[in-house]
């Protein structure tokens, strides 16, 4: 599979299950409604394994353009390649979020809460401060970068370290997710944000792009300054 194609389908994958756990959780009367963060934080985690298991073999599996910077950065990633990566995560992650628009399709209607239906699709955080919440999400991706990279440092057996990287997002979502939902990948925010955007969502509200610049760029500096910190102190 062309490697382009395979970030596309990774990261709609990604979406599909990242989005709809949250969709189960947040839209009214789903079977799991209700059913809290440690849902979806686990929901995530096994949503990344599996896409990461998916195409792995055919990109690398980055998924997140957070990933593709530090990897440059770490100097592991050609630059050439950069743009086609992080335009096909986008890709997917707005197609991952019209199938999860479609499969929750009566489930919009019986939700009033706008706020709620948007955090199907992106991001928002639970104190609203600009600064603090970019300086969260540059903590978050630099730990993202940094655990990666550790990982790869080592020896796994085979199929394994998909799985080590699951856990790693759900480490993340447990310690460090509460303060903006920890997005740490501006194509599962940015791509599901446009798709909220231009979606028939009943009664959908706002698609806040005065925040929408958050889970983007912090992610991105993130991914930079955990690459950095990894070549200047572990490499």
């Not at 789903?30 to 990461?52: H, Q, R, Y």
């Not at 086609?84 to 995560?89: E, N, P, S, T, V």
Request: proline share 6%.
């Amino acid at each position: 599979m062309n490697p382009y194609l395979a970030e596309f389908f990774g990261t709609m994958l990604l979406v599909i299950l990242g989005n709809g756990v949250v969709a189960g959780v947040v839209l009214k009367r789903t079977k799991s409604e209700n059913a809290g963060w440690l849902t979806i934080v686990m929901g995530w985690g096994l949503a990344v394994t599996l896409a990461v298991f998916a195409v792995s073999s055919f990109s690398g599996a980055h998924l997140n353009p957070a990933v593709t910077i530090g990897l440059l950065v770490d100097g592991s990633f050609p630059a050439d390649q950069v743009v086609g990566y992080i335009l096909a995560q986008i890709a997917g992650g707005f197609a991952g979020a019209i199938l999860v628009w479609l499969h929750y399709l009566p489930h919009w209607k019986e939700t009033p809460d706008a706020a709620a239906k948007l955090s199907v699709f992106s991001t928002a955080p639970a104190l609203r401060s600009p600064i603090s919440n970019l300086i969260s999400e540059i903590i978050a991706t630099a730990v993202l970068i940094l655990g990666l990279l550790f990982l790869g440092g080592n020896e796994f057996g085979q199929g394994l370290k998909p799985l080590v990287v699951g856990l790693l997002i759900i480490a993340i979502g447990l310690s460090l997710g509460g303060t903006t939902g920890f997005a740490i990948n501006p194509a599962r925010d940015l791509g599901p944000r446009l798709a909220h955007a231009i979606l028939p969502i009943h009664g959908k509200g706002s698609s806040d792009w005065s925040y929408a610049w958050i889970p983007v760029v912090g992610p991105m500096i993130g991914g930079a300054l955990g690459a950095l910190i990894f070549n200047l102190f572990f490499n």
